[in-house]
């Protein structure tokens, strides 16, 4: 497996860098923003399956460099930083981020998380993913629509533009609403794994999903369960 990462500390980066050998990992090492950038050009011959992207580069913001990677290629996004607030997660998330890791971080827990991520099929900018199928597949919620075929969300017919895994978690939820999803279900569904630190990152894009589509009573929490998206009550008839 190919691996892009964007790291300006060159000693941190060749401890990471062969602890991902050992793992079988093919290392391309970028220090700056610009440099990843370069490395991530659509022509390049040989596609990466995930980038590890540090937030704290030399010439320009992480958060910018992740917007600018999602306009050209979808290749899966982790960050790794030293930010632990949910805004940060969540900003982050917002701009096609697929994951957020925050330093120090455990090894296994790194190794796990690329591979849920990478688990994917990768596709090209414009492409639809051969998993979404055919069909005009259509979710109505409320004032929320979600089209399965484009993977497309409106609320009130406005757009609501998602990453991947906000999509896929939102599906799922809309598919039998009022039905509470554990999450174990949830994590293993969406994120493809069992391991349980990803719940950290489950709670960050339920989050990011009720700011979203600012409806936040949308997608209800279970405590000690899980989440439910809560279908609105049908409108009394006009008298």
């Not at 259509?138 to 533009?161: D, F, K, M, Y």
Request: proline share 5%; aromatic share 4%.
């Amino acid at each position: 497996m190919r691996l892009l990462l964007v790291e300006d500390d060159n000693h941190v980066a060749a401890a990471l860098s062969a602890v991902l050998a050992r793992h079988g990992f093919e290392v391309v090492h970028a220090r700056s923003g610009e440099e990843a950038l370069h490395a991530l050009v659509p022509d390049a011959a040989e596609p990466f399956a995930v980038v590890l992207l540090d937030l704290g580069l030399p010439d320009q913001d992480g958060f910018e460099v992740c917007g600018r990677i999602r306009k050209l290629t979808s290749t899966p996004v982790i960050m790794v930083t030293a930010r632990s607030d949910v805004r940060s997660r969540i900003h982050g998330l917002n701009l096609g981020a697929d994951d957020y890791v925050v330093k120090p971080y455990d090894t296994g827990e790194l190794l796990a998380r690329i591979h849920a991520v990478s688990r994917r099929t990768v596709h090209g900018p414009g492409e639809q993913a051969a998993e979404d199928g055919g069909g005009e597949h259509l979710l109505r919620i409320g004032a929320v629509t979600i089209e399965l075929a484009t993977r497309q969300v409106s609320v009130n017919g406005g757009a609501v533009p998602l990453t991947r895994k906000e999509f896929d978690l939102l599906a799922l939820l809309a598919q039998r609403p009022g039905v509470v999803f554990r999450r174990e279900q949830i994590i293993s569904e969406v994120w493809r794994t069992s391991w349980e630190g990803t719940g950290r990152t489950l709670e960050v894009h339920i989050a990011s999903l009720r700011s979203k589509l600012r409806m936040p009573a949308l997608i209800e929490t279970v405590r000690g369960v899980g989440y439910r998206l809560v279908a609105p009550a049908p409108a009394p008839p006009a008298s």
